[in-house]
């Protein structure tokens, strides 16, 4: 079960010390803030020591305080609307250097993407797209930009590929009215979590289809109908996600893919420059 940070500290206020209800108090109204300060800063804030601070993050089942930093980061990032996340991320990068700021930033999500990533599930999910009786991809929002490269990499390879399109409840479904045993769906989704893609998987699941979710979460809400969770770190660059981590995670999914379909591959992507030369589609005049 998912925890509710918020509601807890608010319920367990009245068995605090004075230090710590400071420190709930002050968490309560401002938590998006709170989520990025150090504890040092936190405690300078509310006027109780660093070592007040660590004690009520362990007082929370925490292991430290960077460990209920992150519980706080993942609230912001499910819970704050598009204008507030637009006050957060201008608070963290300051009057510095964006670009520098931003592109490091993406290079550290990448970094503790590949450590954390569960290698088996990549394998599986692999396996399970080569051998599919259909590849099912969806993505709802800005996820749907990675859901429409993801399919079209794949279908240069395959010729069952479906990218589902969401604009139309009622229409997704009918898009995969056909989905069942022997398919795969690929579910990609950050937060905000959109109820469509968590109703999408709910529906494949229950239709047998194997489901591949690529997210932020083991928390996330798509992630308990998935037979394989591949996780991608993922944050607020301003009103929107950062999605460089999970755009690698399929750039790594399409390779090893490919790989395996090399033979197939090759005779298709041959027929395909040759219909490309016949119709003129790429121009021959560049370099």
């Given at each position: 079960m998912k925890r509710n940070l918020l509601k807890e500290i608010e319920e367990r206020m009245p068995t605090f010390s004075k230090g710590q209800k400071l420190i709930s108090v002050y968490i309560l109204d401002n938590y998006d803030k709170a989520a990025y300060m150090t504890a040092a800063k936190l405690g300078a804030i509310v006027k109780v020591s660093e070592s007040t601070v660590v004690r009520f993050a362990i007082e929370l089942g925490f292991a430290g305080?960077?460990?209920?930093?992150?519980?706080?980061?993942?609230?912001?990032?499910?819970?704050?609307?598009?204008?507030?996340?637009?006050?957060?991320?201008?608070?963290?990068?300051?009057?510095?250097d964006v670009?520098?700021?931003?592109?490091?930033?993406?290079?550290?999500?990448?970094?503790?993407?590949l450590e954390e990533i569960d290698r088996e599930d990549f394998e599986s999910a692999?396996?399970?797209?080569?051998?599919?009786r259909s590849i099912y991809v969806i993505g709802v929002r800005s996820s749907s930009?990675?859901?429409?490269?993801?399919?079209?990499?794949?279908?240069?390879?395959?010729?069952?590929?479906?990218?589902?399109?969401?604009?139309?409840?009622?229409e997704m479904f009918e898009q995969m009215l056909g989905i069942g045993e022997g398919d795969v769906m690929i579910a990609i989704s950050f937060p905000r979590y959109s109820k469509k893609i968590i109703n999408a998987v709910d529906f494949a699941k229950?239709?047998?289809?194997n489901v591949i979710a690529i997210t932020d979460s083991a928390a996330s809400p798509i992630a308990p109908q998935a037979s394989q969770i591949l996780l991608a770190k993922s944050d607020m660059?301003?009103?929107?996600?950062?999605?460089?981590?999970?755009?690698?995670?399929?750039?790594?999914?399409?390779?090893?893919v490919s790989r395996k379909k090399q033979d197939e591959l090759t005779v298709r992507l041959r027929k395909l420059e040759e219909i490309w030369d016949e119709y003129d589609v790429y121009d021959k005049n560049q370099g």
């Open positions: 305080y960077p460990e209920f930093q992150h519980s706080l980061q993942e609230i912001v990032r499910t819970k704050l609307t598009s204008f507030q996340r637009i006050e957060v991320t201008n608070n963290l990068i300051g009057d510095g670009l520098t700021k931003v592109l490091l930033s993406d290079t550290d999500k990448i970094k503790h993407t692999v396996e399970h797209i080569v051998a599919a930009s990675l859901a429409g490269f993801l399919a079209h990499s794949l279908g240069m390879i395959f010729d069952n590929v479906k990218l589902v399109q969401t604009a139309s409840g009622s229950h239709r047998g289809a660059a301003s009103f929107v996600d950062s999605l460089v981590a999970p755009l690698s995670i399929i750039n790594a999914i399409v390779v090893a």
